[in-house]
């Protein structure tokens, strides 16, 4: 018997790694994943919070997070995946 496949997985592997903002010395950041209807995620987290990270002593605006993020998801088709 020759089934054909009802859905496909998407794997996301990358990390938040900085941001650039003069008037903060601390921060933290929210991410959180938007899709179309027919994605799921299978797993990992669709949302979350970054720890908190601050300003290098060289008193640049960056602040360096190199948060990791990882997600699977599963979908039947690839609209609302922008």
Known sequence: MNAKPTNFL???????ESAELADFDDLYLRFAYV?????EICAGLDEGTTQIA??????QPKIVFNFPLECTFKSTSPFGCE
């Open 54 to 59: 601050y300003k290098g002593v060289d008193l």
């Open 35 to 39: 899709m179309g209807k027919d994605w």
């Open 10 to 16: 998407v794997f996301i592997n990358g990390a938040i």
